[in-house]
Every structure is written in C-alpha cells, then in structure tokens.
T-cell receptor, first 114, second 112 residues
Framework: GAVVSQHPSWVICKSGTSVKIECRSL??????MFWYRQFPKQSLMLMAT?????????EQGVEKDKFLINHASLTLSTLTVTSAHPEDSSFYIC??????????FGPGTRLTVL | AQSVTQLGSHVSVSEGALVLLRCNYS??????LFWYVQYPNQGLQLLLK??????LVKGINGFEAEFKKSETSFHLTKPSAHMSDAAEYFC??????????FGTGTSLTVIP
C-alpha cells in the first residue's frame, strides 16, 4: 500500500517556540492532504485540508495563524505550530489523499510543549 | 453537518468471541463510510470502506461491516476475536470522499 511519512515522530520544545512537522507521501502524488489532532484517548479532530498550490482550508475553531500549513509540492505538506504552548501538546496526524479518494495516514507526530 | 457516533468507548470480549463495534452516522447525503484501526503511538490503518454497491463490506483481518441506510449504521463485526485485535477502532464518514470526520473511537480489549 501507499506510504505516508511524518517527521519528526516526536518533538519536545519550550513554550513560545515554533515547531514544524512534515508530512510526505512517499510513493504517490497527493494534491490534498489533511491534518488531524488527537488528544489522548480521544478521536481525531480534522484541523485543516491542505491543497497543493493554494491556501489551506481550516475547520471551524482552528486558528489559522497558530497552525500554519504549507502544501509546497505534490508530496509534501508542512504544519507549523507557532508560539507553541503546553495546551498545544498533542498527537498530530497527517493523511494524504491518493487518486480514487483513498486516504493514507502518516504514523503521527507527538508534540510536547514544556 | 456530519457526525459519527460510536456507542461504547470500551468493549471487552473473550478470545474467540464475536466482536461487535457500533457506529451510527448522520449525513445529509449518503456518505462514504470507513473503519480504521489504531495501535498505540501509530497512525491509522484502513480496515474496510463502503462507497457504493454491496452493503456488506469485507475488510482485512477477518473484519466486515454492513451499511444499513435505514438505520444510518455501519457496525463492525468479526466472528472470532484474536488477541492481536486489541486496539482502538475508529468509524469515519466522508460525504464526498474528500474530508473525513471521525467518531470518538472504541477501545477493544481481548481477554485470553
């Protein structure tokens, strides 16, 4: 099956710093990628839809200036958590949509903000 | 608005017993429906999906689900649970096949 990678898998940062998370589709091109957030023992919450070459579409309640998304190429989308605070600590999961509307998930990135 | 309800945040079954995980959805149009499994600290793996056609869908690892439009349900079953089935299971709905909305998840415990 198709492979989606995320980097880093775990990041710890100080409060106030910015963190960039990469999502790559390794063996297919994805015009659309999604970013989710998952709190412990909870479901995935769709944060935004990332479209190659255009601005991301954010779900209601998600701060676009806080969570910057850039879909620079057909295989790469990045999520930057700006001025991170402890409440931003979470598990961030991306997915990539392959032709035929098949969605493949990355392994997730655990963000811990001290 | 789309919503997905998974009844029972925790389900325990004995090894070899039937697994039944419930999922109900609300959607203004017939949606695409999915079940995913998540193991600790990992991403999601697709178990099965319903798009069109036959309402009984077979997936990986012996799982299957039936789309019942009249009940707006898409329950996941497996005839005989294995220890390796212990994981978190998520039901998801997608109205267009593009954006996905997930249920709150059901944690499955398999008792030896």
């Amino acid at each position: 099956g198709a492979v989606v990678s995320q980097h880093p898998s775990w990041v710890i940062c100080k409060s106030g710093t910015s963190v960039k998370i990469e999502c790559r589709s390794l063996d297919f091109q994805a015009t659309t990628m999604f970013w989710y957030r998952q709190f412990p023992k909870q479901s995935l919450m769709l944060m935004a839809t990332s479209n190659e070459g255009s601005k991301a579409t954010y779900e209601q309640g998600v701060e676009k200036d806080k969570f910057l998304i850039n879909h620079a190429s057909l295989t790469l989308s990045t999520l930057t958590v700006t001025s991170a605070h402890p409440e931003d600590s979470s598990f961030y999961i991306c997915s990539a949509l392959r032709q035929g509307n098949e969605q493949f998930f990355g392994p997730g990135t655990r963000l811990t903000v001290l | 608005a789309q919503s997905v309800t998974q009844l029972g945040s925790h389900v325990s079954v004995s090894e070899g017993a039937l697994v039944l995980l419930r999922c109900n959805y609300s959607s203004s149009v017939p949606p695409y429906l999915f079940w995913y499994v998540q193991y600790p600290n990992q991403g999601l793996q697709l178990l099965l999906k319903y798009t069109t056609g036959a309402t009984l869908v077979k997936g990986i690892n012996g799982f299957e689900a039936e789309f019942k439009k009249s009940e707006t349900s898409f329950h996941l079953t497996k005839p005989s649970a294995h220890m390796s089935d212990a994981a978190e299971y998520f039901c998801a709905v997608s109205p267009t096949g593009n954006q996905f909305y997930f249920g709150t998840g059901t944690s499955l415990t398999v008792i030896p």
